[in-house]
C-alpha cells in the first residue's frame, strides 16, 4: 500500500504546482481581457469605424506580441529547465539574453510599423463597403498605431521579467504588475477617449496613450520588486554587473529561440493573413471579428494559462532528469486543458446571442459577430487541446517540431483555405471562418502523434 500511497501523493504534488502556476496566470489575462473587452466597448461606442480602425492596428500589434513571446519562449526552455537543475547561474545568463534580444527585436519591429503602418492597415481595407468609411478607419488606426509603439519596448523588456519569473513558476508577481497597469490602462481610457475632468474627448488615441502609459506602470513594478527582493529573485543578483553570456551558451539559445520566433513570427502572419482574406469578403467582418476576437480572448484564458503552465512544470521535470514521469504527466495534464476549452466553449456558445447587443454597430455586424461567436465556442475544446499539445513539445526544446506542427500547418491548410474560399468561392464569410476553424481537427490528429511518439522527452540542460 505504501508506493500506492506515495503514488497519489506525487500526483496531487503535481496537480497542486500545475494549479498553483496557471492560477495566477488565469487570473491576470481573465482580468486583463476583461478590461480589453471594456476598453473595445468604450471604443465601440465612439463607433463602427474606430472600432475597425483600432482593430485591425491591433491585429499589426499582435504580430509584434508573438515575435517577442517566440524569442521570450525560446530562450525560456533553458530558463525553466535550469531552475529544475537548480542552476541560478544559468537563470541568469537566460534573462540577459532576453533583455537584450527582447530590445532589439522591439527597436526593429518599431521602426517597421513607423514606416509601413498605414500601407498594412490599408491592406484590410481592401473588401466591399463604403469608401469613406475605410478613408476614416484607415485614418483613426494609423493615430492610434503611431503612439502605440512607444509602448514596444517596454513591452519587450516587460517580456523579459515576466516570462523568467514565471519559467521559475513565479507567477504571481507577474499578476499584480499587471493587474495595476490594467487599472491604470483602464482609468486613462475613461479620462481620455470620452473626456472627462477638463481634459479633452481623445477617442481611439486616448485609448492608445493611457496603453503606454500602463505598460511603462508594470514595467516599472516588475523592476523594483525584483530589484528589491533577490532572496524571492535570486538570478536577478548580479544580472546587471555586466550582460556577458558566455558564447557558446548563446549559441544554444539562439538555435532555440530563432526557430520558436520565427514560429510565432509566421503564425501570428498567418492568422493576421487570414483575418485580411475574412476583410476582403466583406468589410464589416472587420469590426464583427473584433467581437468574437474579445469574447475569444476572455473565454479562453483557462486553457491558455493552462497549457503555458503545463509546458512550465513539463520543463522542471525534464530539467531534474526525470524524463519517465515527464511522459506519464503530459498525456493527463494535456486533458485536464481540454476540459477548460469544453467548459469555456460552452460558456462562449451561451452568451453568443447577447454580447454582440453591448456595442453600437448595425445589425448586420452584431448577427455575424454571434454566428462566429458560436464558431468558435465549438471549436474551442480543439484549441485547447492543441495549445497543451504545443507547450508539451516545446518544453523539450525540439524546436523544429513546434514550427512543423504550428507554423506549417498554419500556411499549408489554413491560409490557403481562407484565401481560396474568400477570392474565389460564393460562400458567405460564416461558412469560411467555420471551415477554416474545423481544420483544427486535422492539427488534432498531429499532435496525437506528435505527443505519443516521446521525441520531445529531452534534457537540453546536462
Same mark, same amino acid.
Given at each position: 500500500?505504501?508506493?500506492?500511497?506515495?503514488?497519489?501523493?506525487?500526483?496531487?504534488?503535481?496537480?497542486?504546482?500545475?494549479?498553483?502556476?496557471?492560477?495566477?496566470?488565469?487570473?491576470?489575462?481573465?482580468?486583463?481581457?476583461?478590461?480589453?473587452?471594456?476598453?473595445?466597448?468604450?471604443?465601440?461606442?465612439?463607433?463602427?469605424?474606430?472600432?475597425?480602425?483600432?482593430?485591425?492596428?491591433?491585429?499589426?500589434?499582435?504580430?509584434?506580441?508573438?515575435?517577442?513571446?517566440?524569442?521570450?519562449?525560446?530562450?525560456?526552455?533553458?530558463?525553466?529547465?535550469?531552475?529544475?537543475?537548480?542552476?541560478?547561474?544559468?537563470? $541568469?545568463?537566460?534573462?540577459?539574453?532576453?533583455?537584450?534580444?527582447?530590445?532589439?527585436?522591439?527597436?526593429?519591429?518599431?521602426?517597421?510599423?513607423? !514606416?509601413?503602418?498605414?500601407?498594412?492597415?490599408?491592406?484590410?481595407?481592401?473588401?466591399?463597403?463604403?469608401?469613406?468609411?475605410?478613408?476614416?478607419?484607415?485614418?483613426?488606426?494609423?493615430?492610434?498605431?503611431?503612439?502605440?509603439?512607444?509602448?514596444?519596448?517596454?513591452?519587450?523588456?516587460?517580456?523579459?521579467?515576466?516570462?523568467?519569473?514565471?519559467?521559475?513558476?513565479?507567477?504571481?508577481?507577474?499578476?499584480?504588475?499587471?493587474?495595476?497597469?490594467?487599472?491604470?490602462?483602464?482609468?486613462?481610457?475613461?479620462?481620455? !477617449?470620452?473626456?472627462?475632468?477638463?481634459?479633452?474627448?481623445?477617442?481611439?488615441?486616448?485609448?492608445?496613450?493611457?496603453?503606454?502609459?500602463?505598460?511603462?506602470?508594470?514595467?516599472?513594478?516588475?523592476?523594483?520588486?525584483?530589484?528589491?527582493?533577490?532572496?524571492?529573485?535570486?538570478?536577478?543578483?548580479?544580472?546587471?554587473?555586466?550582460?556577458?553570456?558566455?558564447?557558446?551558451?548563446?549559441?544554444?539559445?539562439?538555435?532555440?529561440?530563432?526557430?520558436?520566433?520565427?514560429?510565432?513570427?509566421?503564425?501570428?502572419?498567418?492568422?493576421?493573413?487570414?483575418?485580411?482574406?475574412?476583410?476582403?469578403?466583406?468589410?464589416?467582418?472587420?469590426?464583427?471579428?473584433?467581437?468574437?476576437?474579445?469574447?475569444?480572448?476572455?473565454?479562453?484564458?483557462?486553457?491558455?494559462?493552462?497549457?503555458?503552465?503545463?509546458?512550465?512544470?513539463?520543463?522542471?521535470?525534464?530539467?531534474?532528469?526525470?524524463?519517465?514521469?515527464?511522459?506519464?504527466?503530459?498525456?493527463?495534464? $494535456?486533458?485536464?486543458?481540454?476540459?477548460?476549452?469544453?467548459?469555456?466553449?460552452?460558456?462562449?456558445?451561451?452568451?453568443?446571442?447577447?454580447?454582440?447587443?453591448?456595442?453600437?454597430?448595425?445589425?448586420?455586424?452584431?448577427?455575424?459577430?454571434?454566428?462566429?461567436?458560436?464558431?468558435?465556442?465549438?471549436?474551442?475544446?480543439?484549441?485547447?487541446?492543441?495549445?497543451?499539445?504545443?507547450?508539451?513539445?516545446?518544453?523539450?526544446?525540439?524546436?523544429?517540431?513546434?514550427?512543423?506542427?504550428?507554423?506549417?500547418?498554419?500556411?499549408?491548410?489554413?491560409?490557403?483555405?481562407?484565401?481560396?474560399?474568400?477570392?474565389?468561392?460564393?460562400?458567405?464569410?460564416?461558412?469560411?471562418?467555420?471551415?477554416?476553424?474545423?481544420?483544427?481537427?486535422?492539427?488534432?490528429?498531429?499532435?496525437?502523434?506528435?505527443?505519443?511518439?516521446?521525441?520531445?522527452?529531452?534534457?537540453?540542460?546536462?
Amino acid at each position: 500500500m505504501e508506493p500506492l500511497t506515495q503514488n497519489k501523493s506525487k500526483e496531487s504534488s503535481y496537480i497542486k504546482k500545475l494549479l498553483m502556476i496557471a492560477i495566477p496566470m488565469m487570473v491576470q489575462n481573465g482580468i486583463s481581457n476583461f478590461v480589453n473587452l471594456l476598453d473595445n466597448l468604450m471604443i465601440g461606442r465612439v463607433g463602427t469605424n474606430a472600432l475597425s480602425g483600432v482593430a485591425i492596428a491591433n491585429q499589426l500589434i499582435f504580430v509584434f506580441y508573438l515575435v517577442i513571446f517566440g524569442a521570450t519562449a525560446g530562450v525560456g526552455i533553458f530558463t525553466a529547465q535550469y531552475h529544475g537543475k537548480g542552476d541560478t547561474e544559468g537563470v $541568469r545568463y537566460t534573462f540577459r539574453f532576453k533583455l537584450i534580444l527582447n530590445t532589439i527585436l522591439s527597436a526593429i519591429c518599431t521602426l517597421v510599423f513607423l !514606416i509601413f503602418c498605414p500601407y498594412l492597415i490599408h491592406l484590410f481595407l481592401l473588401g466591399e463597403g463604403d469608401p469613406a468609411d475605410a478613408a476614416e478607419s484607415l485614418r483613426i488606426g494609423v493615430n492610434y498605431m503611431r503612439v502605440i509603439l512607444i509602448s514596444l519596448i517596454p513591452i519587450g523588456l516587460t517580456q523579459a521579467y515576466a516570462g523568467t519569473l514565471k519559467d521559475l513558476g513565479r507567477t504571481k508577481l507577474p499578476m499584480i504588475a499587471s493587474l495595476c497597469a490594467i487599472l491604470v490602462n483602464l482609468c486613462g481610457n475613461y479620462v481620455l !477617449i470620452y473626456g472627462h475632468f477638463g481634459l479633452p474627448a481623445l477617442g481611439a488615441v486616448g485609448a492608445a496613450i493611457a496603453t503606454v502609459f500602463s505598460r511603462f506602470v508594470e514595467l516599472a513594478i516588475l523592476i523594483i520588486y525584483t530589484g528589491k527582493h533577490p532572496d524571492v529573485c535570486p538570478f536577478i543578483s548580479g544580472a546587471f554587473k555586466d550582460f556577458r553570456v558566455p558564447k557558446e551558451l548563446a549559441w544554444k539559445y539562439i538555435r532555440k529561440a530563432l526557430p520558436l520566433m520565427a514560429n510565432e513570427s509566421l503564425w501570428s502572419l498567418g492568422v493576421t493573413t487570414m483575418n485580411q482574406c475574412y476583410s476582403f469578403k466583406s468589410l464589416d467582418s472587420v469590426a464583427a471579428l473584433n467581437i468574437e476576437s474579445t469574447i475569444w480572448n476572455l473565454m479562453a484564458v483557462a486553457f491558455i494559462a493552462m497549457g503555458e503552465a503545463v509546458g512550465i512544470v513539463m520543463g522542471h521535470i525534464l530539467g531534474s532528469g526525470d524524463l519517465s514521469t515527464a511522459k506519464s504527466k503530459a498525456k493527463k495534464m $494535456r486533458w485536464f486543458t481540454v476540459l477548460c476549452g469544453v467548459v469555456f466553449g460552452l460558456l462562449a456558445i451561451g452568451v453568443a446571442p447577447f454580447f454582440p447587443l453591448l456595442y453600437n454597430t448595425s445589425d448586420h455586424i452584431r448577427s455575424m459577430a454571434t454566428s462566429f461567436i458560436i464558431i468558435c465556442g465549438v471549436v474551442m475544446p480543439l484549441a485547447a487541446y492543441n495549445h497543451a499539445s504545443y507547450f508539451i513539445i516545446r518544453s523539450g526544446g525540439n524546436a523544429m517540431i513546434t514550427v512543423i506542427f504550428d507554423c506549417v500547418y498554419t500556411w499549408v491548410i489554413a491560409v490557403p483555405v481562407a484565401f481560396l474560399l474568400s477570392h474565389y468561392s460564393n460562400l458567405s464569410i460564416t461558412w469560411i471562418l467555420g471551415i477554416v476553424q474545423a481544420l483544427e481537427s486535422i492539427k488534432c490528429i498531429v499532435a496525437f502523434f506528435l505527443v505519443r511518439s516521446n521525441l520531445w522527452v529531452k534534457n537540453i540542460v546536462k
